[in-house]
């Protein structure tokens, strides 16, 4: 058998877009993940389909792992012809143990790169507006390990040359020894009223940041029970802090905000939440394919050769327009053949789908939704009697159109053109983070995310899905959402207005009770 490869890849401080591009090609085709607790959750997901995920992380508590046992399971692994990818927080080399872990690989003969990542000892307090350097104030910083025991801290640091070494000091895991490292700088002359700022799970929803001087920030610590993992920083950079603060005053900092919308459409609205500050964590429960039957192909391919019939093409969504298309483009037909038909969108989103394949909405409701496109119809005076529509929907499309439009004298074919399906979505965070309280808003944007989410919930393991979920602000695009999500026993906490992702998106930002608790 082959020997694999090991690429042992730093996963940047947490946030999932601080990954370099190389670390993230590393992640997506290896056959394992070996993690640790600072390797950001969303980066799973990342994963190929297939990978197997280990957790070899250590917690405040406990060690999972012991390195001797990391290091030869990462051996084990490639000798099995497996390509791995060892993903720590960070980078690798700084405090990472990546040497050890290579002298193992070394010793078998198994090929190995190192893949460097954004480091949190700089990253980190740039989420907190603090530079590690500044032209008026430290032309130099100094990366300090705070993790160890004071004995152990006076082997490792020369604290009569650190303390001046550099106008920054920047100490990483050492929280629980913030007293300890306050009184050997000042002992060895920093002033008390020296600057000093701990920022807590930088880059991540949970930021928390406390600002102190050497003289207090013990007292502070305690007083806030501001517990780990933190990056201290000390140094005059830290005044920068005030106006330079850029991520925390974002609207949506501070939650993190469950996408249930299926794949294709989720990037847009994680895209919208992370240029807010918010922290998406896409869960796609729902996903749209081409219908398989036989008797569906033929039904569509009856409906669309009767184009010159048509004297309305009503789409209801973007998806819509996207299967609409590609089942003309897979029976070589012509739009132009639709000449007589005028084309109704239910929404802004459907009817931008339709621009930008040069087709301009005739109809377009204020209210965006079937009950909102029958009220345009009557206002605009249109007679619908003899009218002929095509409805090119989902299976799961209402019936609510399609029969008010009868009962008023048009006739409809109507034709599932896309299927909605569950989603199958492994993801071993999402129990805990929900259990935790550390999904602070579930967002949904059709009745079918609602329905898909509770049942992925249970297949994950979860006894009673909907009061896990009761643990979370509940946002819905619209009513229809929103009352099946209340029939379901969920309480919804808002509902947007209008019912659009730009409308989904204004609701986050203005409901401030929405926000997940943290202090900044």
């Not at 993690?35 to 957790?55: M, N, W």
């Not at 020894?177 to 920022?199: C, E, F, N, S, W």
């Not at 329905?451 to 009761?470: I, Q, Y």
């Amino acid at each position: 058998m082959a020997v694999g490869k090991v690429y042992l890849v730093g996963a940047g401080p947490g946030h999932p877009k601080l990954i370099t591009v190389k670390g993230l090609e590393a992640l997506q085709q290896s056959d394992c993940i070996v993690y640790d607790r600072l390797a950001g959750p969303h980066l799973l997901g990342k994963a190929r389909p297939g990978a197997e995920l280990i957790y070899v992380g250590k917690l405040p508590d406990r060690h999972t792992m012991k390195q001797e046992e990391i290091n030869q399971l990462l051996a084990d692994l490639a000798l099995q012809g497996k390509t791995v990818t060892r993903l720590k927080g960070g980078d690798p080399t700084i405090f990472g143990r990546v040497a050890e872990e290579t002298e193992t690989l070394q010793r078998y003969g198994i090929p190995y790169e190192w893949i460097p990542g954004v480091s949190s000892a700089i990253a980190v307090p740039a989420y907190a507006g603090i530079p590690v350097t500044h032209r008026d104030l430290a032309s130099s910083f100094s990366v300090i390990t705070g993790h160890e025991s004071p004995d152990k801290l006076d082997e490792l640091i020369e604290w009569d040359k650190v303390t001046h070494a550099t106008g920054t000091l920047v100490f990483l895991m050492g929280v629980a020894k913030i007293g300890y490292i306050a009184r050997q700088l000042m002992h060895h002359g920093r002033a008390p009223d020296t600057p000093v700022a701990l920022i807590r799970w930088g880059t991540r929803a949970e930021q928390e940041t406390l600002v102190g001087t050497l003289a207090d920030i013990e007292q502070k610590v305690k007083e806030a029970q501001f517990q780990p993992p933190a990056v201290i920083v000390v140094g005059e950079v830290v005044r920068q802090r005030e106006k330079l603060n850029w991520y925390e005053k974002k609207p949506l900092f501070g939650l993190r905000i469950l996408v249930t919308r299926a794949q294709a459409q989720a990037s847009g609205l994680a895209d919208r939440i992370e240029e807010l500050g918010g922290e998406p964590y896409e869960f796609p429960v729902i996903q749209t394919r081409m219908p398989e039957s036989e008797e569906t192909f033929g039904a569509i391919r009856e409906a669309l050769a009767a184009a010159e019939q048509y004297d309305w093409v009503v789409l209801t969504s973007p998806n819509g327009v996207e299967y609409f298309y590609r089942w003309l483009a897979r029976f070589g037909m012509d739009i132009r053949r639709f000449h007589r038909a005028r084309f109704a969108a239910v929404g802004p989103k459907t009817a931008a789908a339709l621009a930008e394949r040069g087709v301009q909405a005739d109809l377009l409701p204020e209210q965006f939704t079937a009950e909102g496109l029958l009220e345009s119809f009557a206002q605009i005076g249109v007679s619908l009697e003899h009218q002929v529509a095509l409805l090119p929907r989902g299976n799961l499309a209402r019936d609510v159109l399609p029969r008010e439009l009868s009962r008023r004298g048009m006739r409809t074919v109507e034709i599932d053109i896309y299927e909605t399906v569950p989603a199958k979505r492994r993801d071993p965070f999402l129990l805990d983070m929900l259990e935790q309280g550390e999904i602070h808003v579930v967002t949904f944007t059709s009745s079918s995310t609602v329905l898909n989410l509770l049942d992925a919930l249970r297949h994950l393991g979860a006894a009673d899905p909907v009061a896990l979920l009761r643990r979370a602000h509940i946002v819905c695009i619209g009513p229809i959402a929103a009352k099946t999500a209340e029939s379901c026993g969920l309480r919804v906490a808002a509902v947007a207005e209008p019912s659009t992702i730009d409308g989904l998106i204004d609701t986050l930002c203005k409901h401030h009770f929405l926000r997940g608790g943290n202090k900044h």
